[in-house]
Each structure stands twice: as C-alpha cells, then as structure tokens.
C-alpha cells in the first residue's frame, strides 16, 4: 500500500471526512493520490469512491502502529506495566497504580476516537453512493466492514457510542455538527452484527489485492463481536455500562446463544479457510522476512519506499507520530547504555550493544516493561513453558549480541563474565530462567552500573527474569525493526519509523475465539481442549532459535499437548491468548471482554527504575468497575455545542468532573 501525504478533513463535532485516495489499473496494491479538499460530489464519482475505499485501509495506520495506542491497550494489564521512561501521565495513570487519574485529556485511547468516526463517515458515503457510481456489491461489501470494524472498536473501548453523526443513523454526513447522542450497547452490536454479515455475504474468499479484506475476515470480526456481546450480555462481575440500558439484545438471543454463534462463525472460518492458514512455525508467523503471510489476515502496511512508505514522513528520524509505525519502541530498553571494559586496556570502555535497525534491536524508549511475574512461576512465562514452548524464544529479545564492529570501531574484544574475552557478533547478556537465580552472583559495576551477575562457565553476563526491571527487560522482538538496506552496518535510518506492517488480525486467533465460547458452553465438532492444542503442538516445534540465532529442529509438540489440561478455563485461555499474542495490543480488550481484569492485573511485580535495580517491589492497582471503559476525549467534548450538563452526562461515568 502507497501512501502520498494522507490527509483527513474533521468537521467541529462528530466529523465530515475528506478522500485522498485512488485504485490503480496496474498494480495489485492501493495506490493513495493527495487531495488537500474535496466537494460533496466527489462521492458521486466512480473516481471518488475508490478513493473512499482506498481510505478505509489508510487510516489503519493512524492507531495501530501508534505507541501511545499501544500503552493504552497494554499498561495496566498483567503483561505491561510503565518503564523507566514512561513517567508522563499518560503510562503512570493507566497504570493503576494510584499515580494519577485517568482524565478525558490523558488516555492514549482517545487516538482511536476521531479516526475511527471519520472513517466510519467515509464508509457510509461509500455504502451510500456506491451503487450509483458504478461500484459493485463486493466492493462496497469493503466499506460495511470498515464500518462494522470501527465501531466495533469504538463500543469496546468507549461504551455505546452514536450511531447518527449528523445526518440519521449510518448515514453519510456533509455538515458541521456540534451535538451528539450516544446510542447504547445493544443498538451498536446490533449495527455491528448487520454490517459484518452483509460484508460476510458480498466479500470475496480470495483479496482483490494485496492485504484487502475478504469472507474470513469479517467472519472473524463477527465472531469477536459475537463473543464479546455474549459476555456484555452476561456480566458475570455485574460492571456498570454507559449508556445505562438494560443488558438484552434487540434481537431477542441470550447470551449463551451469543456463545454458540461465536463458536459456529469461527468453526465456520477454520474448516474454510480460503487463502489462510497457520504458519508452520511461530516463528514464521512473526519474523520480519515472512511479513504479510498467510496467518496474517489484516494488517496496517508500511514500506521502505521514503515517499509512500510512511503517509510522506520518511523514515530517517521518526517523529513518534502517526502514521508511522512505532510501536515497537515503546516496548525496547536502553540496551545501548551498557558499557564493557576493551580487553586491550580495561580503564577504557565501549557501548558493546549498539543501536541497530533490526528485529532484535531497534530504537529504544523505554516506556513500557513487561511485568516481571509473568516470567515466574505461576506467569504465563514460567520455567516449565520456556523449556518446550517456542513461542517464548520468538516473542522476546534474550540474548544482546556485540555489534560494535558495525560503527566502524575496530576494538577486537571486551572483557565479558569470569574475565572471559567477547568478540564481536558474541552474546553480552543474556536473560536465564529463574531457576537459575541461585548460580548466578550479581555485580552492581557490570555492564557500566547495570549490575549484571555472573555462572560459573559462561562468557556472558546474565540477569535471570525473576529481576525484570523498568530500566532492563526482554524486548518484545515480534514487533522490532527491519530494514534491508543497513548495508552490513548499524542502519541509518535506526531512529525512523518501522517500514514492516503492524499485523492486527491473524488467523490463529480462530481457534482460541471457538475455544473461549466453548468454555462458556457453546457445543460444537471441536472442543476447546482440542482447539487450543491445535495452537500448542504448532507451538512445540522449531526450526530457528531467534535468541540463539541458529537454526534447529526441534519438535517438542508431543510435550505441548501433555501438558494442556484436561480442563480447560477462562483463565487457561488467556494464558493462551497471552503467549500467542503478548505485546500487539489485545490485552486490555481480552481482560475487559472476560470482566477478568482486576482478578488478573491487580498485583504484579518488576524491580526499579535504576540501572542496577534487581530487587523485585510488589505494586497493587486499584481497579475500579467504571475503568472498564475508557474516557470520551476533551477535544469531542469541547467542540460540541451543548449545555454543561449535557457534556457531563455525555462522558462515561468514572471519568466526570
């Protein structure tokens, strides 16, 4: 996908939105043209409309890929906590950690706001013109997902939210609006369910192009819609929703049906497939030189190409800005403040791990760490998974290798543990499993003050997971950076953007949808123990060690399967969810869907925010019922024309002032 300096035109109030996007003839990918602005009937051409359309996949790049929206999905869960440098208000506070309040002017989530009503805008203008214009059912098949796709965020993360912005329900708008009123739950879903199954009936098996939306995909929406309603309409630990409404569907179905819908739509999608499958490893689902695989369903694209690649920001030094992607810095230490003694005169020392634009590395920001129980026993980490589970050694950065031949520094080694000398492209730390804690003795000047300890026989200093910190901790390698044109050197373009996809929908994520709604008593051909072992045994086998940087075989599927439990639980799930999707952004979304939040997140532990920091500190969040939605943001609430009150009544309860 090309991108030529998007641009999107918001009214005051909810939204008018303006088109700058084309087809092309020639090419198997959208091509986006500039428009600086349009007329109301630009949506009567042909012209106009695909260019509607080629939008809708644009503005992906606007939240996902954003590390603040990241924060906002992960802090405060049971896998991200705020690092070092995540002090601004906007980490601590979703943090929960009674260090400032969630505010309408401070949440990350509120990126998702106006970006979603402008694109659901465009949809219902593509919806209603299309069909005029020339452009047929599948095509615009196309926009009723987008739309269907939006909101769907939008009731997950806000409560109910309008469905009139200014015209009638699901209607294009053209005009100024400054007033609004939140439609409830139930009447968004039942929008949601009527435009994915419409999608599910006109949409392609097959993508028209390159990364375009197809059956699959809306079935996979309308199954997580499915799911997620049937627990709303459950509420099994009674938290509040805004609109107030009693909690029925329009339609007349309990919640168990909801259930078994959501199983049926998912056993539905996995036994036809169409252009998907699983990867046959995890690592191959994840690795940057297999992007935009077969696994991978939908996706925010991203390029190398400086003048399409990046919505025209280039890539040489990232401005931390949508619609670059970069995420992937949030969840990366300062690797780069390590320092190491030169085996030539140990009174002079190097950076041995410097920053270099690949997938284990990349720019670091430090502002978000994993918590440090997750990789104790009893996480979802624990020794007992990391022995046979490859998805640990294809989620995290464990091993810093030397690289600072690359800069162009000719030094031959540093000295490294037990006076062991390290060369270049040589592992300098290392993170071990918690049982081996006790071999290892710490030293508060190791590293340059990052007091990395020491086992008997190894060159490599080493820190064990049971001392994660704010300041170090694995990174999450799935989301790192890749280039091709580093040119045997560091990469100079390591501070811009990621010019990878940001993957958000993948095909594996059917088997654990059916398995949640069987847990909750759906019936069907598969159970969930068998569904989740589907994932588990792919899960036990290896054909690369991304920490050891080598290439194996290993098949440890058998050990998997053995050790899923017979029965499988809520809890079980999300510990699956946890390892198949650590760090992309599902997490808060799965612990407020399952109302398992605060069971789950209240406590967890990581050490301090000093480089020699390794003892662990307990935190406990305090989690109120009302946090389950999000605040409606300040600038929406500003812009309309409404009495005070009005305003007040139109923000989410937890959130008033």
């Given amino acids: 996908m090309k991108t030529k300096n998007i641009k999107y035109i918001l009214a005051a109030g909810l939204l008018s939105c303006g088109l700058t996007a084309t087809f092309t003839s020639c090419s198997d990918v959208l091509d986006e043209q500039p428009r600086s602005q349009f007329d109301t009937t630009f949506f009567t051409t042909k012209t106009g409309i695909e260019g509607g359309l080629t939008s809708l996949y644009a503005h992906l790049r606007y939240f996902y890929g954003n590390g603040y929206y990241l924060n906002s999905c992960e802090t405060g869960t049971d896998e991200y906590t705020y690092a070092e440098s995540g002090s601004g208000q906007n980490f601590t506070s979703l943090d929960e950690t009674n260090q400032g309040a969630i505010t309408s002017e401070v949440c990350d989530a509120g990126n998702l706001w106006g970006t979603a009503f402008a694109n659901i805008n465009t949809a219902s203008g ?109 509420n099994p630990r009674n938290i509040p929703t805004y609109p107030e409404c009693e909690r029925k569907d329009l339609n007349g179905l309990s919640a168990t049906q909801y259930y078994q819908k959501a199983y049926d739509m998912a056993l539905e999608a996995i036994n036809n497939p169409g252009p998907y499958k699983l990867q046959p490893t995890f690592y191959d689902v994840n690795i940057a030189t297999n992007d935009r695989n077969s696994e991978i369903m939908l996706y925010a694209d ?111 080694a540093v000295l490294g543990a037990n006076g062991s000398q390290i060369k270049p492209n040589e592992v300098f730390l290392s993170w071990v499993p918690e049982s081996e804690d006790s071999k290892i003795t710490y030293n508060a000047d190791n590293g340059g003050g990052f007091n990395l300890g020491e086992m008997a026989g190894r060159p490599d200093f080493v820190v064990a997971v049971n001392h994660i910190s704010r300041k170090k901790y694995p990174i999450n390698w799935k989301l790192g950076i890749y280039r ?16 990878r996809p940001f993957n958000i929908a993948k095909f594996s994520e059917f088997y654990l949808i059916a398995a949640e709604a069987a847990v909750k008593g759906a019936k069907g051909q598969k159970t969930a ?11 036990g086998k290896q054909t690369f060690s991304v920490n050891d940087n080598v290439t194996v075989s290993v098949d440890n599927s058998a050990a998997m399967v053995a050790a899923t439990p017979t029965t499988i639980t809520i809890d079980y799930i999300l510990d699956e969810r946890s390892r198949e999707f650590w760090g992309e952004g599902y997490r808060w ?23 020699g920091d390794i003892t662990l500190e307990t935190f406990t969040r305090t989690i109120p019922a009302g946090h389950y939605l999000r605040p409606i943001p300040q600038g929406q609430l500003d812009g309309m024309e409404m009495s005070d009150e009005e305003k007040v009544n139109y923000q989410n309860p937890a959130y008033r002032n």
């Fill in 484 to 499: 091709t044109d580093n040119n045997g050197g560091l990469g100079s373009k390591v501070n811009g953007g990621n010019p």
């Fill in 302 to 412: 991203h390029n190398e190409d400086e003048k399409y690649g990046n919505g025209g920001a280039g890539y040489g030094w990232g401005n931390g800005a949508s619609p670059e992607n970069f995420a992937h810095w949030f969840e990366c230490w300062n690797y780069t403040q390590l320092q190491a003694k030169l085996a030539s005169d140990p009174t002079k020392t190097l950076a041995p791990v410097q920053r270099e634009a690949v997938q284990a590395l990349g720019r670091p920001w430090t502002r978000m760490a994993p918590v440090a129980n997750a990789f104790m026993a009893g996480g979802v980490w624990e020794d007992a998974v990391k022995a046979i589970d490859s998805r640990y050694d294809a989620t995290f950065t464990l091993r810093y290798y030397t690289n600072w031949d690359k800069s162009g520094n000719k030094e031959a």
């Fill in 529 to 539: 123990y068998d569904l989740v072992n589907v994932l588990r045994e792919r899960a």
């Fill in 126 to 234: 593509v919806i209603e013109n299309g069909a005029a214009a020339g452009i047929s059912d599948a095509l615009l098949a196309e926009a009723y997902f987008f739309r269907a796709f939006d909101y769907f965020l939008l009731v997950q993360t806000f409560g109910g939210v309008p469905l009139d912005l200014g015209a009638g329900e699901l209607k294009f708008n053209t005009s100024t609006v400054r007033s609004s009123v939140r439609n409830t739950v139930p009447e968004v879903y039942k929008a949601i369910f009527a435009d994915l199954e419409k999608a599910i009936a006109d949409l392609p098996e097959n993508p028209r192009l390159t990364g375009s939306v197809t059956k699959n995909v809306a079935r996979l929406y309308l199954s997580k819609a499915y799911l997620t309603f049937a627990w709303w309409l459950e």
């Fill in 589 to 611: 979304f799965d612990l407020v869907r399952t109302q398992e939040w605060e069971h789950r997140a209240k406590t967890y532990k990581i050490a301090g925010k000093g480089a």
